[in-house]
């Protein structure tokens, strides 16, 4: 495939941005590949500044769950800037957002709609904190809550990717309250939660995590966090920024029915526009202010062309539940395709799913926590990764993210997908 124009682009923007990307994962470091630029988009489908078709499989990090440019999506987008682009004044739309939100998700009664996931699980962190009056957090290694100071310990996605712990510039006592467990180990979460229980203000968790691979929780995981959070007065934060909306119209909470005290959302919630949001019960939202005194605050929160897009986005989904089974479907079909494959290639691929968001880790599994993860062949993945994209598929640029079907997928994409893997897995261990 010809990529002369990304990799000008690639030129270029390295000149004018750090390793010439708005957002390190992106850059292909981690495959040892220079990123193609995408020139537009459509459905299942992405093509590049030299007309090269692809498969998507990154669907935005996970907001796509329509697919690309979903034309109720750009119509609401389109509709709503024709009337303005931001006030930073209060209107109809952020009403109907947050009803939505509040119907959908069940244990949100009150919302507060931000710019980012990053901002929501911040934001939510801060709430705990001045609600309990507590100063200490768990978080677990591996899950990935955007890039705030005190969240970015042992964390997943392009810290992981780049095989860091942490990063320059977090001063040591901002996160001397941050303790970092390993997922799925109910046992030692319990432990420490034993010895300084009184002093967390709350366990912070991925109910999937999906910025390491993706790896379901252990039955009893998630209930188990509940059960510790009540006995010890912690609030549970479901960081669902990549879980909801996906698993479920209620998201991980539905899914598994575990019900959190707050709950943090992104990606999907905005259509591919940029939206976060915290919300949990009215005790403890109505302590945000102006309501309450624990600040937080945005110029751009509920934007209206974003909330536009995430209203037109969550009203397919909450009309047409039928998407989830269908999803569920097709993420089935890709999943046996793929162990299929790997099968017949002989190589050992651990294909690890939950709905419509999945990973293959080129290991041995089952991949239960962030040290597993760190057992898998880096390597053969990137290898892989560059057979795939010149198969004309797109996937996650490192081992430690998800692959995310889109109702646009066909089943035409996914054998394509399927096929395509084969061939390239076939070369690798020919
Ligand atoms: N959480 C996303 C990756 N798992 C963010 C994407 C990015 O860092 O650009």
Redesign the pocket.
């Known amino acids: 495939m010809d990529r002369r124009k990304s990799y000008e682009l690639y030129g270029r923007a390295c000149k004018v941005m750090p390793g010439g ?6 850059s292909g470091r981690a495959v040892g590949a220079e990123p193609i630029f995408v020139a537009n988009a459509s459905g299942a489908h992405i093509w590049d500044e030299d007309g090269n078709r692809y498969i998507d499989y990154v669907c935005s ?2 907001p796509l769950i329509l697919g690309h440019a979903h034309p109720e999506v750009v119509k609401a987008v389109k509709g709503a800037s024709e009337k303005g682009t931001s006030y930073g004044i209060p209107t109809r739309l952020e009403v109907q957002m947050a009803e939505l939100v509040v119907e959908m998700v069940p244990s949100i009664e009150m919302v507060r709609f931000v710019n980012s ?1 990053t901002e929501a699980t911040m934001s939510a962190l801060r709430l705990a904190r001045g609600v309990t009056g507590r100063s200490k957090i768990v978080k677990f290694t591996g899950c ?1 809550h ?2 705030s100071d005190c969240l970015l310990v042992e964390a ?3 810290i992981a990717t780049l095989g860091i712990p942490g990063s320059p510039g977090v001063p040591k006592e901002v996160v001397l309250h941050t303790i970092t467990l390993p997922y799925n180990d109910g046992a030692v979460v319990e432990k420490v939660m034993d010895e300084v229980g009184r002093e967390v203000a709350a366990i912070i968790v991925e109910p999937v995590a ?2 390491m691979g993706v790896i379901p929780p252990e039955p009893d995981f998630l209930e188990g966090l509940r059960n510790i959070c009540d006995k010890y007065g912690a609030l549970l934060i479901f960081d669902e ?2 879980t909801g909306f996906r698993l479920a119209s209620g998201g991980a909470q539905e899914f598994y029915s575990v019900k959190p005290d707050i709950t943090c959302l992104g ?1 999907i919630i905005g259509g591919g526009l940029p939206v976060g949001a915290y919300g949990g019960g009215r005790d403890i939202m109505a302590q945000v202010a102006p309501e309450g005194n624990i600040y937080q605050a945005g110029t751009l929160s509920g934007n209206p062309l974003a909330m536009a897009a995430g209203i037109a986005t969550l009203s397919i989904l909450k009309e047409k539940p039928e998407i989830y089974s269908e999803l569920e479907k097709k993420g089935a079909y890709l999943e046996r395709g793929l162990r299929e494959v790997a099968k017949h290639a002989g190589v050992e691929v651990t294909v690890q799913r939950v709905g419509s968001m999945g990973c293959g880790f080129f290991g041995k599994g089952p991949i239960k926590n962030f040290d597993d993860v760190k057992k898998c062949d880096t390597e053969l993945y990137a290898r892989f990764w560059k057979g795939m994209l010149d198969e004309g598929v797109y996937l ?1 640029p ?1 081992q ?3 692959f995310f079907i889109s109702t646009a997928h066909t089943v035409e994409d996914l054998d394509r997908t399927i096929e395509a893997a084969g061939r390239v897995l076939d070369k690798l261990f020919s």
């Open positions: 990307v708005n957002s390190p994962v992106r990090w996970g996931g990935y955007g890039h997943g996605s392009g999906g910025n920024v990549i990606k996650a490192s430690f993210e998800a």
